[in-house]
């Protein structure tokens, strides 16, 4: 099977799903490739945990940004610098 040929650098860290079904469909994109969920909820909680494990895309990991933001900006999802 022939691999489709995304341009990662030309579209950015953010692709298009169009994009990252061709690269899903490649076995040698996938040892490269890493799926990030950084999905958030207004109601917060462990919804967004559970909407995660029910609906994620497979290989797909979740960052929680309210773990991983700066704490010390007023804002809640500042990232660290």
């Not at 061709?22 to 040892?31: E, G, Q, R, V």
């Not at 494990?53 to 007023?74: E, M, V």
């Amino acid at each position: 099977m022939q691999c489709c040929r995304v341009d990662v650098k030309a579209e950015g860290m953010f692709i298009s799903t169009e994009s990252l079904a061709c690269l899903m469909d490649c076995a040698d994109a996938m040892t490269n490739l890493r799926i990030l969920d950084v999905s958030i909820k207004p109601e917060g909680g462990d919804v967004v945990y559970k909407d995660f494990a029910a609906q994620r895309i497979c290989g797909a990991r979740y960052f929680d940004l309210t773990l991983a933001r700066d704490f010390s900006k007023p804002y809640p999802f500042m990232m660290p610098e």
